[in-house]
């Protein structure tokens, strides 16, 4: 069984300094974050969890976080699940690019999970996902009346399938005598 333990501290301060920008906008921060991650039953099942706390000037921003597991049903296939609570502030071309900036947008909260299953031989592998996105406030670039686009906020929920492969080709030249 392998356990690994990562705690972390960050601080940040962003400023601009652009003449695209109306303003120099500053924004300070500072975070804590720990992971947490379990390979227990000689690697068959593995473990990962994270959580992370922001503090902005003026925000409450939300605690986010994740669950992770895979679980190796056979040494080539694997079932994979992972959720998590997610959270972005605006970035400053967002809040404050001249004429196209929204200073009023709103932080993006949210949650993801998706569902996998990969398998595995000796030219590639394939895998297939599930997933599933709900999110409040999300930012997107829309066109506005006067042909311009701008940030607005909208709520954005995203569900589907994904599938994805890769396949290894290798070609040796041999040289006789």
Known sequence: DVTKLTIGLNTTIDKVYSLNFIDTPERKSFAFFGAFNYQLVKNKIITSQSVRKEFVQGLDNPL?????????????????????????????????????????????????????????????????TGFYNDYENWINWQPQDNGLWQPQNNNVETKGLEFLTQLNYKKFFFRGN
């Open 64 to 128: 986010s976080g994740s669950f992770g597991i895979e679980y190796k049903i056979l040494e080539n296939i694997s079932i994979m699940g992972s959720t998590s609570k997610n959270y972005r502030l605006p970035t400053f071309n967002d809040l404050y690019y001249s004429n196209l900036g929204n200073p009023d947008l709103k932080a993006e909260e949210g949650y993801g999970s998706e569902v996998s299953t990969k398998i595995m031989n000796k030219i590639g592998w394939v895998k297939l």
